[in-house]
């Protein structure tokens, strides 16, 4: 599945916190949040050129608000595909521990069922094509 088509099968499990994300569709989504947001402020910076970094921009703010419930909803799957429970997400409000988390979305699926869910096709499909970090 490529990136679009992995951006859009996310946003369209917009609220869905039960089941199973695989390290590429975790991985897909946050490529492709960075690569918008990323456009969105090139666009701002061409739309008004005396911007600063950190300034306020209204693209990259209204995309944040909208990816939000997305973002975390994979992220949860994400961690429950690895077998743990979705309440490790609170690690990213512990600075220096959060790098936890990173290695949790970095790591390999659960093989089988969990108690998160079976196994999907995607994730049988998609096994071969993952990256091994």
């Not at 970095?106 to 091994?132: A, F, L, M, Q, R």
């Amino acid at each position: 599945m490529g990136i679009i088509k992995n951006y859009k099968k996310v946003i369209s499990q917009y609220a869905k916190f039960d089941g199973r994300a695989t390290r590429k569709e975790y991985w897909y989504f946050a490529l492709a949040n960075i690569l918008i947001a990323l456009s969105l402020y090139t666009i701002w910076v061409i739309l008004k050129p005396n911007s600063k970094f950190l300034d306020d921009n209204p693209l990259t703010i209204v995309y944040t608000i909208l990816t939000f419930v997305p973002s975390l909803a994979v992220s949860v799957r994400r961690l429950h595909d690895t077998n743990k429970s979705g309440w490790w997400m609170l690690l990213c409000f512990i600075p220096v521990i959060d790098l936890l988390l990173l290695l949790m979305f970095c790591g390999t699926s659960d093989v089988t069922s969990n108690k998160y869910g079976p196994i999907d096709d995607d994730n049988i499909k998609s096994k071969d094509e993952e990256i091994h970090l």
